[in-house]
């Protein structure tokens, strides 16, 4: 049976009220609906939430599908509304750059933020792009669209433009199909979708992470991270700033302190994180005498 007549199959048992029929309807799409969720919304947890109520929506709506949309632009229009309207009533998630100003690492960071206020990173493991799954390209596109600073950036924007730009730059879906996802003109989005362009580019780095990852190579960013890990576990602070970027920032949510520069990254470093570890080694070249004397 071909894909097409098995979905039309399962569409008539789930409208028939088959919960088992709709289950094997949707699960094909979920992963990536969650993954569009979290490009709205910012946080893994919200766009569990957001996909559950979506498929809710859509289990209820089902009799008045008429298939005039495929199945999938048909889950999307469902999802974004949703994602739209949890927008309205939970406040905007940000990085800690964008909360507070940047903070004296002398100071120490501040207490935690409670509420759940912060952008948080997408595991790859939601995306189902393991080896073996989808080509390297295809991979290499899907993480790049969950991206952490690309879904902060995407925060910036008012909930329309945002829903806009992920529908028809990330998703590909035509002018007309997002027109009608959100019930405007195409006219309207295109306007909407220049006004994003605009202001996601002036959120975004230069380079991608992808981006950068590519141009290392696996070999390079393998001996990168080798002496990241081994500059840390060593308690070495100037090691680990000398492997930063002059504007670099340090940033620890649900913590709202952040550090930006060089001198302030190896200040908040000395007398945070590291400061155990240096400590650490400290007493032991004390503990060990002369011999440890040398090897300090």
């Not at 993954?35 to 089902?62: F, I, P, T």
């Not at 595991?123 to 295809?138: F, K, M, S």
Request: with cysteine.
């Amino acid at each position: 049976m071909s894909s097409t007549a098995q979905e039309q199959e399962l569409l008539a048992a789930a409208r028939s009220g088959e919960e088992d029929a709709f289950r094997r309807l949707v699960e094909q799409h979920q992963s990536e609906l969650h993954a569009h969720c979290y490009r709205m919304l910012g946080s893994v947890h919200d766009a569990e939430d957001a996909l559950q109520e979506a498929l809710l929506r859509a289990w209820k709506g089902l009799p008045k599908f008429e298939g005039r949309s495929s199945l999938r632009s048909w889950l999307y229009r469902i999802a974004t509304n949703t994602c739209l309207d949890i927008i309205g009533r939970r406040p905007k998630r940000v990085l800690p750059i964008d909360y507070a100003p940047a903070s004296d690492p002398h100071l120490g960071p501040g207490e935690p933020i409670v509420e759940s206020v912060w952008v948080e990173p997408y595991p790859d493991e939601r995306l189902g792009i393991e080896d073996g799954y989808a080509a390297p390209e295809a991979r290499y596109e899907q993480r790049e669209s969950i991206e952490l600073a690309f879904v902060a950036a995407l925060q910036h924007l008012p909930a329309r433009q945002r829903a806009v730009l992920i529908l028809r730059d990330v998703l590909g879906f035509s002018g007309e199909e997002v027109a009608e996802a959100l019930e405007t003109t195409p006219k309207a989005v295109y306007s909407a979708l220049q006004r994003a362009h605009k202001t996601v580019d002036e959120q975004l780095p230069v380079l991608s992470q992808q981006q950068t990852l590519k141009s290392l190579g696996d070999a390079r960013v393998r001996e990168i991270v080798a002496t990241y890990v081994d500059a840390w576990e060593r308690g070495d602070v100037d090691a680990v700033v000398s492997m930063l970027a002059e504007e670099a920032i340090l940033a620890m949510p649900p913590r709202p302190s952040w550090y930006l520069g060089l001198d302030a990254a190896r200040a908040f470093l000395a007398r945070g994180p590291l400061a155990p570890i240096i400590a650490r080694r400290a007493r032991g070249a004390q503990a060990n005498g002369q011999l440890a004397v040398g090897v300090v």
